[in-house]
């Protein structure tokens, strides 16, 4: 995962998903929006590694910034 890379995500894990799901047309459950990634940071705990990546989504003129553990 780069910085300025295209994602996408479910609405129903960003702000007001109901609300972009609606103006949108489209059930909660299946409506998407896309993102960009802001910040991918990677660490090791131990034997274990993490990575976390924060991410701008934009729905019906509102922004989003997500944290997102993978």
Known sequence: ????SRVHAGVMHIRSALT?????GRR????MNNG???EVTRSKIGDRASTI???????IGK????????
């Open 53 to 59: 990546i924060t991410v701008r989504f934009e729905c």
């Open 36 to 38: 960009v990634v802001l």
């Open 20 to 24: 972009c799901a609606l103006l949108s």
């Open 28 to 31: 909660t459950d299946q409506a």
């Open 63 to 70: 922004t989003a910034v997500k944290t997102v553990g993978l």
């Open 1 to 4: 995962m780069l910085v300025v």
